[in-house]
């Protein structure tokens, strides 16, 4: 059985960072790109970032890039995203999320999420 | 960035009824389009990627067509399960958007 679990969120002041991580199992990690999506609080769904399985190549929504990195440990089945200077505005659940096997990009198994609260 | 424009973003339905949501990209993306549905406090659910390839376990009441710029998905008598938020997501090219979402809710 394919599972994500999320973990290092929490409240936290403007400015500061903070780390997620998601760690896997059920599935070969290293043979898969990851992803990182997010939801505001009464929000849509925002895809934050993803990175292929290499960490060659890894791409972010425009609106974060500069303050927010993705990199993976294949070694031991986790993702990570580093957020730094963080915003009012970045109060979101994160999921981490696993695409489709051979289609890019189509998320199918997703973490349970976790809340991250920035306050000034 | 391309950009995802659903519609409507609310729609009020009762059980039994079909109900139809557009999303329409701002430059075409073949058929690299994918349906989610998402229900408060439940993390999001495929349902269509390919723009019309129904997911494993997704019920048949929901299809999707579409290519390029304009998609739609369709849910053939809606379900009481059904009533949630329906969001698409271009996997065209990097930034992966997504659509601002269409909220299905008793009428």
């Known amino acids: 059985e394919v599972q994500l679990v999320e973990s290092g969120g929490g409240l936290v002041q403007t400015g500061r960072s903070l780390r997620l991580s998601c760690v896997t199992s059920?599935?070969?990690?290293?043979?898969?790109?990851m992803h990182w999506v997010r939801q505001r609080p009464g929000k849509g769904l925002e895809w934050v970032g993803g990175?292929?399985?290499?960490?060659?190549?890894?791409a972010y929504a425009a609106s974060l890039k500069g303050r927010f990195t993705i990199s993976r440990d294949n070694s031991k089945n986790s993702l990570f995203l580093q957020m730094n200077r963080l915003q009012t505005d970045d109060t979101a659940v994160y999921f981490c999320?696993?695409?489709?096997?051979?289609?890019?990009?189509?998320?199918?198994?997703w973490g349970q999420g976790v809340l991250v609260s920035v306050s000034s | 960035d391309i950009q995802m424009t659903q519609s409507p973003s609310t729609v009020s339905a009762s059980v039994g009824d079909r109900v139809a949501i557009t999303c329409r990209a701002s430059q075409g993306v073949g058929t690299n389009l994918a349906w989610y549905q998402k229900k408060p406090g439940k993390v999001p659910k495929l349902l269509i990627f390919?723009?019309?390839v129904l997911q494993t376990g997704v019920p048949s009441r929901f299809t999707g067509s579409g290519s390029g710029t304009d998609f739609t998905l369709t849910i053939r008598s809606l379900q009481p399960e059904d009533f949630a938020t329906y969001f698409c997501q271009h996997t065209d090219i990097y930034p992966y958007t997504f659509g601002q979402g269409t909220k299905v809710d008793i009428k």
């Open positions: 999320a696993k695409p489709l096997t051979l289609v890019r990009g189509v998320l199918d198994s």
């Open positions: 990175i292929s399985w290499s960490s060659t190549n890894v």
């Open positions: 390919g723009a019309s």
């Open positions: 059920g599935f070969t990690f290293e043979n898969y790109a």
